[in-house]
């Protein structure tokens, strides 16, 4: 089974402050996402990453980095955290040809106060 | 624009009594649909792909078909833990993905 492990289930942090979230992926999967999900809302696309050292930026982008060092590895980072930013994130993985459905960590809510 | 809207919002059953959640899509370039399951604070669980008009998969009590502008999942006899929300997910030209509001099941003993 395909597993993606988020770090933290809960996060509370404060505004201002630079948030790291990570995800890992142990099926050798080319492509990693990072979206966010609000109540009333269905998913947003943050940012993806093809490859490693690569990224594109999803529909929502604005305060958010990336980094992908390694394959198994994806890391969101907010820059300098904003109320606005509380939300459920969700890291998802996939191979990278034909038409694969993306396996969805758990999860990650964070709080900013 | 792509898009995807999933009927109805919410949907109470009995034990046993079978019934179909719809979706409706406008995708251009459609390249495969997804079906997920999501229970409250965890993320969404991969259940069907869909390829192409007339395919239908089955899993266990539920079953989900595609037309060139809807899918349905049907769940035949169902029980509580199937209660959860169904997401309908197609995939764009881009290999995008288009997320609804999917539909909130609760399923009572």
């Known amino acids: 089974d395909v597993k993606v492990t988020q770090s933290s289930r809960y996060l509370v942090k404060r505004t201002g402050e630079k948030v790291f979230l990570e995800c890992v992926q142990d099926m050798d999967h080319e492509n990693m996402f990072w979206y966010r999900q609000d109540p009333g809302l269905g998913l947003r696309l943050i940012y993806f990453s093809y490859d490693v050292k690569m990224k594109e930026k999803g529909d929502i982008p604005e305060g958010y980095s990336v980094s992908r060092e390694k394959k198994e590895r994806f890391s969101l980072i907010l820059e300098s955290a904003s109320t606005n930013q509380t939300s459920m994130y969700l890291c998802a993985s996939s191979l990278g040809t034909g038409y694969q459905p993306q396996h969805f960590g758990d999860g990650t809510r964070l709080s900013i106060l | 624009e792509d898009q995807v809207t999933q009927s109805p919002e919410a949907l109470r059953l009995q034990e046993g009594e079978s019934s179909s959640l719809n979706c409706s899509y406008t995708v251009s370039g459609l390249r495969g649909l997804f079906w997920y399951r999501q229970d409250p604070g965890k993320g969404p669980e991969f259940l069907f792909t869909?390829?192409?008009a007339g395919e239908e998969k089955e899993k266990e009590r539920l079953k989900a078909t595609l037309t060139k502008k809807e899918s349905f999942l049907h769940i035949t006899a169902p029980k509580p833990e199937d209660s959860a929300t169904y997401l309908c997910v197609p995939r764009g030209s881009q290999g995008n993905l288009i997320f609804g509001k999917g539909t909130k099941l609760s399923v009572k003993p």
């Open positions: 869909l390829y192409s």
